[in-house]
């Protein structure tokens, strides 16, 4: 697999020894490096997606092109309970004035 900008990528052990394991991670490629590298191996410069698809970082990596995969969109977590709805807002003034016993208004 050839990586191009745009592309989301599953990078893990298969891509280099330094992706094994727990260290796997889920990448959006940004650029792909210039051709004068080892033979297979090419640098990626991206994102590091956490779960809910957010960028975490901005890394740059060196990883063989037969270990590459595609990674899956990650899904937005669902939401539960109510939404809260916008109240209308009205064009009414509202004010408060105290009277004292004399009848006049307080400041």
Do not use: C, H
């Not at 940004?30 to 957010?54: D, F, K």
């Not at 969109?73 to 109240?87: D, F, I, L, N, S």
């Amino acid at each position: 697999m050839r990586p191009r900008p745009g592309d989301l990528l599953r990078v893990d052990g298969r891509a280099s020894v330094q992706f094994g394991g727990d260290r796997a991670l889920t990448f959006r490629v940004v650029a792909v490096g210039p051709e004068l590298t080892y033979t297979g191996w090419t640098w990626l410069t991206g994102y590091v997606l956490g779960q809910r698809g957010v960028a975490t970082a901005k890394r740059e990596i060196f990883v063989q092109l037969t270990g590459l995969r595609p990674a899956e969109e990650p899904v937005p977590p669902r939401r539960t309970g109510r939404v809260a709805q916008p109240q209308a807002q009205s064009n009414r003034v509202r004010t408060s004035a105290s009277v004292a016993s004399n009848g006049r208004a307080a400041r």
